[in-house]
């Protein structure tokens, strides 16, 4: 069984910052792409920033500058460093990796239980 177990949302003001972090945990043997997705109420699931295991990494255009992706491979762990945050990037925060579990002969996409991030004064 492979888990990613999302933390370190909540409520900031216009202007703040945040930092999420996504940990996979499980029977793993390898993992590819790491990243985040948003979705806001009412609107479709869209990548916010993705990276890869040697640590390329793409953003959206409305983030780029902003926020800030990162991993740490010996811990298979992804983190989104979120700063000047604005009401628009209000959302339900979901991490995924694209790995490949023992026992498994492909990888696959695994996805977090998604985390609340709130702009608001």
């Known amino acids: 069984q492979v888990h990613l177990v999302e933390s370190g949302g909540g409520l900031v003001q216009p202007g703040g910052s945040l930092r999420l972090s996504c940990a996979a945990s499980g029977s793993i043997f390898s993992i590819n792409d790491m990243g985040w997705y948003r979705q806001a109420l009412g609107k479709e699931r869209e990548s916010v920033a993705t990276?890869?295991?040697?640590?390329?990494?793409n953003y959206a255009d409305s983030v780029k500058g902003r926020l800030t992706i990162s991993r740490v491979n010996a811990k298979n762990t992804v983190y989104l460093q979120m700063n000047s945050l604005k009401p628009e990037d209000t959302a339900v925060y979901y991490c995924y990796a694209n790995l490949r579990a023992l026992g498994d002969v492909r990888h696959r996409d695994y996805w977090g239980q998604g985390t609340q991030v709130t702009v608001s004064s």
């Open positions: 990276i890869s295991s040697g640590g390329n990494t």
